[in-house]
T-cell receptor
């Protein structure tokens, strides 16, 4: 079945620095979604990418969908303490199922 | 608009006992999903309802798990009898449409601890 791998599992970042989390699928995806879960919270939808090579930005967050639609990345610039949490990618192929990655847990040191 | 609500937020039970989790989806959302996250691992799909019908329950671990969605409104997930490996956070999500492009809205989850 479809598998989504996400790296790194943990990311400890100095406040103000940039970092990237990567997502790779074993199969071609029709779309990929990104979610953020704050500590003690629940996954909250951030964005969806559908087109090959698509890039979307949300303030300091840049999301990219690979040309082959098998990988995606989330890049955060100038990390802030509000960025703390676990970021999940979730991919879907031709059905409704979302396959989630294991998440990247981000901690920030001031 | 109220979000997806789940009850209880936390449940601690002993091995062999029964626990029932409840999920109230966003009003008007025909699609309801159950997921589970075991500590540090990915969020795993359990099953999907379209209204009151089970569209896909391929992710259900075994026959100790029973999900229902009476009348196509709220859903329950019963674990009977609970085992240690059932511990984790159970999330419910709902969406208006279905298909991989539908945005799913998650509840706060139920943290289940089986001792």
């Amino acid at each position: 079945g479809q598998q989504v791998m996400q790296i790194p599992q943990y990311q400890h970042v100095q406040e103000g620095e940039d970092f990237t989390t990567y997502c790779n699928s074993s199969t071609t995806l029709s779309n990929i979604q990104w979610y953020k879960q704050r500590p003690g919270g629940h996954p909250v939808f951030l964005i969806q990418l559908v087109k090959s090579g698509e890039v979307k930005k949300q303030k300091r967050l840049t999301f990219q969908f690979g040309e082959a639609k098998k990988n995606s990345s989330l890049h955060i610039t100038a990390t802030q303490t509000t960025d703390v949490g676990t970021y999940f990618c979730a991919g879907s192929s031709n059905d409704y199922k979302l396959s989630f990655g294991a998440g990247t847990t981000v901690t920030v040191r001031a | 608009e109220a979000g997806v609500t789940q009850f209880p937020s936390h449940s601690v039970i002993e091995k062999g006992q029964t626990v029932t989790l409840r999920c109230d989806p966003i009003s008007g959302h025909d699609n309801l999903y159950w997921y589970r996250r075991v500590m540090g691992k990915e969020i795993k799909f359990l099953l999907h309802f379209v209204k009151e019908s089970k569209q896909d329950e391929s992710g259900m671990p075994n026959n100790r798990f029973l999900a229902e969605r009476t009348g196509g409104t709220y859903s329950t997930l019963k674990v009977q009898p609970a085992e240690l490996e059932d511990s984790g956070v159970y999330f419910c999500a709902s969406s208006r449409g279905w298909g991989g492009s539908s945005i799913q809205y998650f509840g706060a989850g139920t943290r289940l601890s089986v001792l």
